[in-house]
């Protein structure tokens, strides 16, 4: 079955630490999709970014960084020099491609609290 | 560019009165339409999709309905309200195997 688990339920880290948000997942699925969202106060979900199963590079985008890792069913996110306005809840979520309803799955989410 | 509309904004209601959540979205067309729950707190839960007009599929058996009357137009409905029918509602359109996007929620708090 599948699932996704975020066994990080909140972090509190100081501004310009390096922090990692741990992700990892289950699926029979082949062919699948993680994604990472983020979740500020207002609520809404932001995408930050998606990635298919088939690409294991890591992606740096500014200061975020993904680790993709298929042996231990791993999508790791990192943010570094981390800043006030980074505190938020963040979600890792799972798509599976033979759903083909683009369904995701979430992991519950992991509150980071960047202090000043 | 694509915008995805909810109202209201937030909602109080009594227990065992209706509810009418809209969700619309601009943009697009023939997109996928979901509707997630967050309870206070927890992660994301699915609780409809729509592949298409007037197709809705229930992903947990519950209180609530939803309709898609129009192409870009999704309805999460109850005839009844729950106590545990408090959280906060998020409309998302997307595309199969792509990224998501959620619209700004709905937070109801049933009393």
């Known amino acids: 079955a599948q699932k996704v688990t975020q066994a990080q339920t909140e972090i509190s880290v100081v501004e310009k630490e390096d922090v990692t948000l741990d992700c990892v997942y289950e699926?029979?699925?082949?062919?699948?999709?993680l994604f990472w969202y983020k979740q500020p106060p207002s609520g809404e979900l932001v995408f930050l970014i998606r990635r298919n199963s088939f690409d294991e590079q890591n992606e740096i985008s500014g200061r975020y960084s993904w680790n993709f890792q298929k042996s231990t069913s791993s999508f790791n996110f990192t943010i570094t020099a981390s800043q006030v306005v980074d505190s938020a809840v963040y979600f890792c979520?799972?798509?599976?491609?033979?759903?083909?309803?683009?369904?995701?799955?979430f992991g519950q989410g992991t509150t980071l609290q960047v202090k000043p | 560019s694509q915008t995805i509309h909810q109202w209201p904004a937030t909602l109080v209601q009594p227990v065992g009165s209706p509810l009418s959540l809209e969700c619309t979205v601009e943009g697009t067309s023939n997109p996928n339409l979901y509707w997630y729950r967050q309870a206070a707190g927890r992660g994301l839960q699915l609780l409809f999709y729509s592949v298409g007009i007037g197709q809705i599929s229930s992903e947990v058996p519950q209180n609530l309905s939803a309709s898609r009357p129009q192409d870009r137009q999704f309805i999460l409905s109850s005839k009844k309200l729950l106590l545990s029918d408090s959280g906060f509602y998020l409309c998302?359109?997307?595309?199969?195997?792509?990224?998501?996007?959620f619209g700004p929620g709905t937070r109801l708090t049933v009393l």
């Open positions: 998302a359109w997307g595309l199969v195997n792509n990224e998501q996007f």
């Open positions: 699926t029979r699925d082949t062919t699948y999709y």
């Open positions: 979520a799972l798509s599976e491609a033979a759903s083909n309803t683009g369904k995701l799955i």
